[in-house]
């Protein structure tokens, strides 16, 4: 019995190391790759003694990886390359009052205003109830496109503003759209 519970001590300790590892400098490779100087300033920094708000460049950590504070490790990554500019028609289209369970839809015309191919690479809705349809191949310069939104009002009465958040290879990375309104409840019997 004593060997057993000797063996899930030791194991307990590895799980808890490697936890530690990961949660100060992204996982185990970057751990033992790192000079001493480096997990000292991460020690720190994810202890809170000092400076949690300093860049990864100066904590030597490498920018989005482990569970860094200030790091999104489920952001959409931004596109490469060339940019570009994208001007919408309307970036917002107010739909007015609707019944609860409806469903909108609205078509958002945009131009590539810029010199370069415009690429979409994620149309994300502020929850899931708004759901974005995008072009998934390049819109040459000059050309344009359309972002279909739908926002489903089941569960939602009440004034609403849903906003699709738009990333691409454009100046700035994340452009905006959004619609709003009113849905009128449904009546309690």
Same mark, same amino acid.
């Given at each position: 019995?004593?060997?057993?519970?000797?063996?899930?001590?030791?194991?307990?300790?590895?799980?808890?190391?490697?936890?530690?590892?990961?949660?100060?400098?992204? *996982?185990?490779?970057?751990?033992?790759?790192?000079?001493? @100087?480096?997990?000292?300033? &991460?020690?720190? =920094?994810? %202890? +809170?003694? $000092?400076?949690?708000?300093?860049?990864?460049?100066?904590? *030597?950590?490498?920018?989005?990886?482990?569970?860094?504070? @200030?790091?999104?490790?489920? &952001?959409?990554? =931004?596109? %490469? +390359?060339? $940019?570009?500019?994208?001007?919408?028609?309307?970036?917002?289209?107010?739909?007015?009052?609707?019944?609860?369970?409806?469903?909108?839809?609205?078509?958002?015309?945009?131009?590539?205003? +810029?010199?370069?191919?415009?690429?979409?690479?994620?149309?994300?809705?502020?929850?899931?109830?708004?759901?974005?349809?995008?072009?998934?191949?390049?819109?040459?310069?000059?050309?344009?496109?359309?972002?279909?939104?739908?926002?489903?009002?089941?569960?939602?009465?009440?004034?609403?503003?849903?906003?699709?958040?738009?990333?691409?290879?454009?100046?700035?990375?994340?452009?905006?759209?959004?619609?709003?309104?009113?849905?009128?409840?449904?009546?309690?019997?």
């Amino acid at each position: 019995m004593e060997r057993n519970k000797k063996i899930q001590l030791g194991l307990l300790a590895l799980v808890g190391g490697l936890l530690i590892a990961n949660l100060l400098g992204g *996982g185990i490779a970057n751990w033992f790759s790192r000079s001493e @100087g480096d997990m000292l300033r &991460a020690s720190a =920094a994810a %202890s +809170g003694l $000092s400076g949690s708000t300093q860049s990864p460049a100066k904590t *030597g950590m490498p920018e989005g990886s482990g569970n860094i504070p @200030g790091t999104n490790v489920n &952001a959409t990554n =931004a596109p %490469s +390359g060339p $940019s570009t500019t994208i001007r919408y028609d309307s970036d917002r289209y107010e739909f007015g009052v609707v019944d609860e369970g409806d469903v909108v839809k609205h078509v958002f015309k945009f131009t590539n205003t +810029g010199k370069e191919p415009l690429v979409i690479s994620n149309a994300k809705g502020s929850c899931g109830c708004t759901v974005p349809t995008w072009p998934h191949e390049p819109v040459p310069p000059g050309g344009t496109g359309e972002i279909k939104v739908e926002f489903n009002t089941k569960g939602k009465p009440g004034n609403q503003s849903k906003r699709v958040t738009v990333t691409a290879n454009t100046v700035p990375t994340d452009t905006y759209i959004e619609v709003t309104g009113e849905v009128r409840g449904k009546p309690v019997n």
